[in-house]
């Protein structure tokens, strides 16, 4: 493919750093957005894990008096909050966006302004919410962040129980970025509806492009909600409204349904796009196509309307009635059906297959296993009567970080590693990424598995220290070890960004060998990504090229 | 300057915008229907008056100016279409003005809710849903309104001809998604609590 | 390119075999059923009350089928990983690709709805079965006020009110209202049953039927603001006869003793009663804890600290020293003063 304005010519021209910066402050393309996206949410990560080792540290021993329950309690919440709208929300949105025009053969996206747009918002908004630590007026006076966690219950989170701005902050920096995602989200429909190239069919697209879309109808569905509580929660605490106000007889569960409503479709909006990455790289390093591509995709989209049905299994403790106890248990335990049929289809794509265990399929296969664990905790809280013991206690920590990072994380890293290549046209070090998944994997494992045996012994969750006559220090010091192990493997990664720049190992177009479109560019792709509009005939385009005797066409 | 905007690649019987605008009142539809949800589970609970029996009166006048405005908004399309530019004025016009008179409504009996019967948002449960309820509402007319008055000023300087019609198509699917909600909001807001049942 | 060191899954193997057999062996020597002193371990698998034992064998039952699960499906994979690898004398030719199988994805299918119907039956009736409505002869009812931090408890029966420290009789079962004074609480003592949340504005239930006398832990279990970690509850079972006399003292007016005059005039002349009641005296405060028998609790400040003098001076020279954010506010009395009137609180056995 002829590259018009590759690499090469960039660092010929050795333009100002000015002309440079501002290439990517006003950039409208899909790609530059992409990258920034991914960066962003990446930063906000390693702060978002600072938090999480500073709570560590203070829980590693009994009655530690490291941090305050004050910076403990803003710890958790910015915490959760960074994470699920400043790092989840951002990472999916940016590989998404780096990834789906070149995999339907598109230019760009349908509304590139309207993307570009939606990144700022995402940033201003984490800007916002990151302010709070210097500017907003808590309870203890200037510079205190929200403490309310990040699903701020009220009336905890009201006026009378929250004092101050800091809750505002929160409720601002996510109303904020969240018109991010939801721009992203109506982009990303708009795009994979209508600018598909020839001969790609819905039954042709790519199973990243379904789930996707899954994920961006999802995201239509749950953020507004999300919007509308927010609201009324500022009209509460600003025009002096009732919604959440149990002293007027407002309710304060009212808000746990609106939050939730929100709030479980939100966590399979971070956990699909770890099944499209996974879709995307099992097969290749399998060197097998995917197992049951239809079933896929309709388990997938079935997923996506369960998920909007289940939302107060995150309420049985609040005492609702025996019928609603019992209906969004059994519709919780439905939901496991058609995510279990993924992970039975992953393996079959394994099997039989050639498996290459490079580090994208390293993490993969640590996210099949943690996944599968993740769904079984899932299931034993669905479970209402053992929830009743679970919830809100570590366990519950322990499931959603495996979800979370035994699922999203892993596969966001496998993404990392497979497609930087065709992100900057260099490699990223094997041999960091091995030391990576190692010692990330271990870290994770003393961590969060440990976690689970915390709640089941009692732990609740949320405290800044526990006593020292319950049993549960040394599961609370190997969690905290674990973070040691987690830090060292993070820095593995920076470390290979650190080398790919400094002693860069030439990509080439494709390589992987893999069979999607996006790998028939150059890497990186120029700036308009194909120079004729492609062609396709199948769902593995590329695999069509390499194997003329053979073709998908053939058997699809 | 190496970037250029994007082209689309064909004309699908689903163009882009299309798609967008659905997908943009899909999730207005969604953060509607919270606030419906909270002004039906809030009904009959304030703890104090005014109580909407009491001070709300049916918006008829301002209902039947939403409504015909939603006919005006197609016309106007239609003329749009057929390239008379001065029809489709006229209609655009009628509808920014329609929905002005329903803001007008709109501002007159919230007059008579504060300073009449002392009707604010922070008085009762009642007060809290129906003005962001019916607040919202408002202001997405309001954003209408402001949207037909951008065309219009652009169509009086002759930049607005038959091929933009589908634009303003988008814009009157926006439109009619207004309507619906109001239908909406004056089945739950008016209506029910006149329906002996409630 | 094939990597240098593949997947050496012996020694992963190990590693992972030892860790986990360490781990459980650590979280059952801990789980030991309360005993007073020792460490108390709050485990749900170590039930004493009627709900938590049923609680207690569904989990087992639920685990046990996740486990079957788990063992099947990451056999899989991990013979899929072992078997299908690579090999360093691979001719590089890409194997068969196989796109799916109906026949598969079916029996994939109805097995797992198998097991999610058999499961939600089973879930169901234990649902029904935690949740009564009605309640059988002799209940002992028992109300439940959260505050931020601290937990008051009402026997409307016999018009006790004291915090903290909740007693009951063993054998006989309680049903519990649960009310909140602020924001939402939840009041979860794992071994006797599990928790339900304390939601202003709104009355929730709860049963318990303790089975062996003993002193169990736990603590609230819904973020409430600042000292949620330091919510912490105490149940004493008693023996029906223990439990008569426990309550009957409770019933009692505050001791009168002598020696500590000095004391109660200042506990009573200064805002003390504005937020506290000791029964039989002009304090009739609804803030704070009842303190008619302070001394018959083991920990002041809802678990914070045992209830000794110096722990008490403490506390009312300063709370926020030991509990930061805690909503009494030091008193601004003078050293001497304060140790009057922890002396007189020292009497309120």
Same mark, same amino acid.
């Given at each position: 493919?002829?590259?018009?304005?590759?690499?090469?010519?960039?660092?010929?021209?050795?333009?100002?750093?000015?002309?440079?910066?501002?290439?990517?402050?006003?950039?409208?393309?899909?790609?530059?957005?992409?990258?920034?996206?991914?960066?962003?949410? *990446?930063?906000?990560?390693?702060?978002?894990?600072?938090?999480?080792?500073?709570?560590?540290?203070?829980?590693?021993?009994?009655?530690?008096?490291?941090?305050?329950?004050?910076?403990?309690?803003?710890?958790?919440?910015?915490?959760?909050?960074?994470?699920?709208?400043?790092?989840?929300?951002?990472?999916?949105?940016?590989?998404?966006?780096?990834?789906?025009?070149?995999?339907?053969?598109?230019?760009?996206?349908?509304?590139?302004?309207?993307?570009?747009?939606?990144? !700022?918002?995402?940033?201003?908004?984490?800007?916002?919410?990151?302010?709070?630590?210097?500017?907003?007026?808590?309870? %203890?006076?200037?510079?205190?962040?929200?403490?309310?966690?990040?699903?701020? %219950?009220?009336?905890?989170?009201?006026?009378?129980?929250?004092?101050?701005?800091?809750?505002?902050?929160?409720?601002?920096?996510?109303?904020?970025?969240?018109?991010?995602?939801?721009?992203?989200?109506?982009?990303?429909?708009?795009?994979?509806?209508?600018?598909?190239?020839?001969?790609?069919?819905?039954?042709?697209?790519?199973?990243?492009?379904?789930?996707?879309?899954?994920?961006?109808?999802?995201?239509?569905?749950?953020?507004?909600?999300?919007?509308?509580? $927010?609201?009324?929660?500022? +009209?509460?605490?600003?025009?002096?409204?009732?919604?959440?106000?149990?002293?007027?007889?407002?309710?304060?569960?009212? !808000?746990?349904?609106?939050?939730?409503?929100?709030?479980?479709?939100?966590?399979?909006?971070?956990?699909?796009?770890?099944?499209?990455?996974?879709?995307?790289?099992?097969?290749?390093?399998?060197?097998?196509?995917?197992?049951?591509?239809?079933?896929?995709?309709?388990?997938?989209?079935?997923?996506?309307?369960?998920?909007?049905?289940?939302?107060?299994?995150?309420? +049985?403790?609040?005492?609702?009635?025996?019928?609603?106890?019992?209906?969004?248990?059994?519709?919780?335990?439905?939901?496991?059906?058609?995510?279990?049929?993924?992970?039975?289809?992953?393996?079959?794509?394994?099997?039989?297959?050639?498996?290459?265990?490079?580090?994208?399929?390293?993490?993969?296969?640590?996210?099949?296993? $943690?996944?599968?664990?993740?769904?079984?905790?899932?299931?034993?809280?669905?479970?209402?009567?053992?929830?009743? $013991?679970?919830?809100?206690?570590?366990?519950?920590?322990?499931?959603?970080?495996?979800?979370?990072?035994?699922? *999203?994380?892993?596969?966001?890293?496998?993404?990392?590693?497979?497609?930087?290549?065709?992100?900057?046209?260099?490699?990223?070090?094997?041999?960091?990424?091995? !030391?990576?998944?190692?010692?990330?994997?271990?870290?994770?494992?003393?961590?969060?598995?440990?976690?689970?045996? $915390?709640?089941?012994?009692?732990?609740?969750?949320?405290?800044?220290?526990?006593?020292?006559?319950?049993?549960?220090?040394?599961?609370?010091?190997?969690?905290?070890?674990?973070?040691?192990?987690?830090?060292?493997?993070?820095?593995?990664?920076?470390?290979? +960004?650190?080398?790919?720049?400094?002693?860069?190992?030439?990509?080439?177009?494709?390589?992987?060998?893999?069979?999607?479109?996006?790998?028939?560019?150059?890497?990186?792709?120029?700036?308009?990504?194909?120079?004729?509009?492609?062609?396709?005939?199948?769902?593995?385009?590329? !695999?069509?090229?390499?194997?003329?005797?053979?073709?998908?066409?053939?058997?699809? | 300057?190496?970037?250029?905007?994007?082209?689309?690649?064909?004309?699908?019987? &689903?163009?882009?915008?299309?798609?967008?605008?659905?997908?943009?009142?899909?999730?207005?539809?969604?953060?509607?229907?919270?606030?419906?949800?909270?002004?039906?589970?809030?009904?009959?609970?304030?703890?104090?008056?005014?109580?909407?029996?009491?001070?709300?009166?049916?918006?008829?006048?301002?209902?039947?100016?939403?409504?015909?405005?939603?006919?005006?908004?197609?016309?106007?399309?239609?003329?749009?279409?057929?390239?008379?530019?001065?029809?489709?004025?006229?209609?655009?016009?009628?509808?920014?003005?329609?929905?002005?008179?329903?803001?007008?409504?709109?501002?007159?009996? &919230?007059?008579?809710?504060?300073?009449?019967?002392?009707?604010?948002?922070?008085?009762?449960?009642?007060?809290?849903?129906?003005?962001?309820?019916?607040?919202?509402?408002?202001?997405?007319?309001?954003?209408?309104?402001?949207?037909?008055?951008?065309?219009?000023?652009?169509?009086?300087?002759?930049?607005?001809?038959?091929?933009?019609?589908?634009?303003?198509?988008?814009?009157?699917?926006?439109?009619?998604?207004?309507?619906?909600?109001?239908?909406?909001?004056?089945?739950?807001?008016?209506?029910?609590?006149?329906?002996?049942?409630? | 390119?094939?990597?240098?060191?593949?997947?050496?899954?012996?020694?992963?193997?190990?590693?992972?075999?030892?860790?986990? =057999?360490?781990?459980?062996?650590?979280?059952?020597?801990?789980?030991?059923?309360?005993?007073?002193?020792?460490?108390?371990?709050?485990?749900?698998?170590?039930?004493?009350?009627?709900?938590?034992?049923?609680?207690?064998?569904?989990?087992?039952?639920?685990?046990?089928?996740?486990?079957?699960?788990?063992?099947?499906?990451?056999?899989?994979?991990?013979?899929?990983?072992?078997?299908?690898?690579?090999?360093?004398?691979?001719?590089?030719?890409?194997?068969?690709?196989?796109?799916?199988?109906?026949?598969?994805?079916?029996?994939?299918?109805? =097995?797992?709805?198998?097991?999610?119907?058999?499961?939600?039956? =089973?879930?169901?009736?234990?649902?029904?079965?935690?949740?009564?409505?009605?309640?059988?002869?002799?209940?002992?009812?028992?109300?439940?006020?959260?505050?931020?931090?601290?937990?008051?408890?009402?026997?409307?029966? @016999?018009?006790?009110?004291?915090?903290?420290?909740?007693?009951?009789?063993?054998?006989?079962?309680?049903?519990?209202?649960?009310?909140? @004074?602020?924001?939402?609480?939840?009041?979860?003592?794992?071994?006797?049953?599990?928790?339900?949340?304390?939601?202003?504005?709104?009355?929730?239930?709860?049963?318990?039927?303790?089975?062996?006398?003993?002193?169990?832990?736990?603590?609230?279990?819904?973020?409430?603001?600042? @000292?949620?970690?330091?919510?912490?509850?105490?149940?004493? =079972?008693?023996?029906?006869?223990?439990?008569?006399?426990?309550?009957?003292?409770?019933?009692?007016?505050?001791?009168?003793?002598?020696?500590?005059?000095?004391?109660?005039?200042?506990?009573?002349?200064?805002?003390?009663?504005?937020?506290?009641?000791?029964?039989?005296?002009?304090?009739?405060?609804?803030?704070?804890?009842?303190?008619?028998?302070?001394?018959?609790?083991?920990?002041?400040?809802?678990?914070?600290?045992?209830?000794?003098?110096?722990?008490?001076?403490?506390?009312?020279?300063?709370?926020?020293?030991?509990?930061?954010?805690?909503?009494?506010?030091?008193?601004?009395?003078?050293?001497?003063?304060?140790?009057?009137?922890?002396?007189?609180?020292?009497?309120?056995?």
């Amino acid at each position: 493919m002829v590259a018009i304005d590759g690499p090469a010519e960039r660092h010929a021209s050795a333009r100002p750093w000015t002309d440079v910066l501002h290439d990517w402050v006003a950039t409208v393309d899909h790609k530059k957005l992409g990258l920034m996206y991914i960066g962003s949410g *990446l930063v906000f990560f390693l702060i978002g894990g600072i938090e999480a080792a500073a709570m560590r540290a203070q829980l590693a021993v009994p009655n530690n008096d490291l941090l305050s329950p004050e910076v403990f309690n803003r710890f958790f919440t910015m915490h959760g909050t960074t994470m699920v709208f400043l790092v989840g929300m951002p990472i999916i949105t940016g590989f998404a966006n780096f990834v789906l025009p070149l995999m339907i053969g598109a230019r760009d996206m349908a509304f590139p302004r309207l993307n570009a747009w939606g990144f !700022w918002m995402f940033l201003f908004g984490g800007l916002i919410l990151y302010f709070s630590y210097l500017g907003s007026e808590g309870l %203890y006076g200037a510079g205190t962040a929200p403490d309310v966690g990040w699903f701020a %219950y009220s009336p905890l989170a009201g006026k009378a129980f929250s004092r101050g701005n800091a809750t505002d902050y929160w409720i601002l920096g996510i109303l904020v970025s969240g018109f991010g995602s939801l721009s992203g989200a109506v982009n990303m429909i708009a795009t994979a509806f209508t600018m598909r190239c020839k001969g790609m069919t819905v039954r042709r697209m790519p199973l990243f492009i379904w789930m996707t879309l899954v994920v961006s109808f999802l995201m239509l569905l749950a953020l507004p909600p999300l919007t509308a509580a $927010q609201v009324m929660l500022l +009209f509460d605490r600003f025009l002096g409204a009732h919604f959440f106000d149990t002293q007027s007889g407002g309710d304060a569960v009212l !808000w746990q349904h609106f939050f939730w409503f929100f709030g479980h479709p939100e966590v399979y909006i971070l956990v699909i796009p770890a099944f499209a990455y996974a879709s995307e790289i099992i097969p290749v390093f399998s060197r097998k196509v995917i197992f049951g591509y239809a079933v896929m995709v309709a388990a997938t989209v079935s997923i996506g309307f369960l998920a909007t049905a289940v939302w107060a299994h995150h309420m +049985f403790t609040v005492g609702m009635g025996k019928g609603l106890n019992i209906w969004f248990a059994a519709i919780t335990m439905v939901v496991g059906i058609p995510t279990g049929i993924k992970i039975f289809n992953w393996i079959a794509t394994m099997y039989g297959g050639r498996i290459r265990f490079r580090v994208p399929m390293l993490f993969c296969t640590a996210f099949l296993a $943690q996944f599968l664990i993740a769904g079984l905790t899932g299931i034993m809280l669905a479970a209402t009567p053992f929830d009743w $013991q679970l919830s809100d206690s570590y366990f519950v920590v322990a499931h959603f970080h495996y979800v979370l990072i035994g699922g *999203l994380v892993m596969t966001i890293f496998a993404a990392i590693y497979y497609w930087f290549p065709k992100m900057t046209g260099v490699m990223l070090s094997e041999t960091l990424g091995r !030391w990576h998944f190692w010692l990330f994997v271990v870290g994770f494992q003393l961590t969060f598995t440990t976690m689970h045996f $915390q709640g089941m012994l009692g732990m609740p969750r949320r405290i800044y220290t526990y006593p020292a006559d319950r049993g549960w220090e040394i599961l609370n010091l190997i969690t905290s070890l674990g973070v040691v192990f987690q830090a060292a493997g993070v820095i593995c990664l920076l470390l290979a +960004f650190v080398q790919a720049v400094r002693r860069p190992q030439p990509a080439g177009d494709d390589p992987w060998d893999a069979w999607t479109l996006e790998w028939s560019t150059s890497s990186p792709p120029p700036a308009y990504n194909f120079a004729e509009d492609p062609e396709v005939r199948s769902r593995r385009p590329l !695999w069509d090229l390499k194997h003329p005797e053979d073709p998908d066409w053939k058997y699809e | 300057m190496s970037e250029a905007v994007a082209v689309e690649t064909q004309e699908s019987r &689903w163009n882009r915008g299309k798609v967008g605008t659905l997908c943009l009142i899909m999730s207005e539809t969604t953060f509607f229907s919270i606030f419906i949800v909270a002004y039906l589970f809030y009904t009959g609970k304030s703890l104090n008056g005014p109580y909407p029996v009491e001070v709300l009166e049916w918006p008829w006048l301002a209902t039947a100016c939403l409504l015909s405005s939603s006919v005006s908004v197609v016309l106007a399309v239609k003329f749009l279409e057929k390239g008379v530019i001065p029809i489709f004025i006229a209609f655009l016009f009628i509808t920014a003005l329609l929905g002005s008179i329903f803001l007008g409504f709109t501002a007159f009996e &919230w007059y008579g809710l504060i300073f009449e019967h002392g009707l604010t948002i922070r008085t009762n449960l009642f007060g809290s849903t129906f003005y962001s309820l019916v607040g919202f509402h408002a202001a997405h007319v309001t954003i209408g309104v402001l949207i037909m008055l951008l065309i219009l000023v652009l169509s009086l300087g002759g930049h607005v001809r038959s091929e933009h019609s589908h634009r303003v198509d988008m814009f009157s699917w926006y439109w009619h998604f207004v309507d619906v909600v109001w239908i909406f909001v004056f089945t739950v807001v008016y209506a029910l609590p006149l329906w002996p049942p409630f | 390119m094939i990597g240098r060191r593949d997947l050496d899954l012996a020694a992963l193997a190990r590693v992972s075999a030892c860790f986990s =057999v360490a781990l459980l062996a650590g979280a059952a020597a801990a789980a030991e059923p309360g005993g007073q002193g020792a460490v108390q371990v709050p485990s749900m698998f170590a039930p004493a009350s009627t709900p938590a034992n049923i609680i207690a064998d569904y989990s087992v039952l639920v685990l046990v089928i996740c486990t079957a699960i788990f063992v099947v499906v990451a056999g899989l994979l991990a013979m899929t990983v072992v078997r299908f690898r690579s090999r360093p004398d691979d001719d590089g030719r890409e194997p068969p690709q196989v796109y799916g199988s109906n026949q598969i994805e079916l029996a994939w299918t109805v =097995v797992p709805m198998l097991i999610v119907i058999l499961l939600g039956l =089973v879930t169901a009736r234990n649902i029904l079965a935690l949740q009564k409505d009605e309640r059988p002869e002799g209940w002992l009812p028992v109300t439940v006020i959260g505050h931020q931090w601290w937990w008051e408890f009402r026997y409307p029966e @016999q018009g006790v009110v004291t915090a903290n420290e909740l007693h009951l009789p063993v054998g006989r079962p309680a049903f519990f209202d649960l009310e909140s @004074q602020d924001v939402i609480h939840s009041f979860w003592v794992p071994q006797l049953s599990g928790k339900t949340d304390l939601i202003p504005n709104r009355t929730n239930h709860l049963w318990m039927e303790p089975l062996e006398p003993g002193v169990y832990v736990g603590q609230c279990a819904e973020y409430c603001g600042t @000292q949620h970690a330091h919510m912490l509850l105490r149940v004493v =079972v008693h023996s029906p006869g223990d439990f008569e006399r426990w309550l009957a003292h409770q019933r009692t007016d505050a001791a009168v003793s002598p020696g500590v005059n000095a004391g109660r005039h200042l506990f009573e002349t200064t805002a003390c009663v504005n937020c506290h009641t000791v029964r039989g005296t002009d304090a009739d405060g609804q803030f704070g804890p009842d303190l008619t028998h302070l001394m018959s609790r083991a920990t002041i400040g809802a678990g914070v600290a045992s209830n000794d003098r110096a722990h008490l001076i403490e506390w009312v020279t300063d709370p926020a020293h030991l509990k930061s954010g805690a909503r009494m506010p030091a008193m601004k009395l003078e050293s001497r003063q304060i140790e009057q009137v922890v002396d007189y609180l020292l009497t309120l056995h």
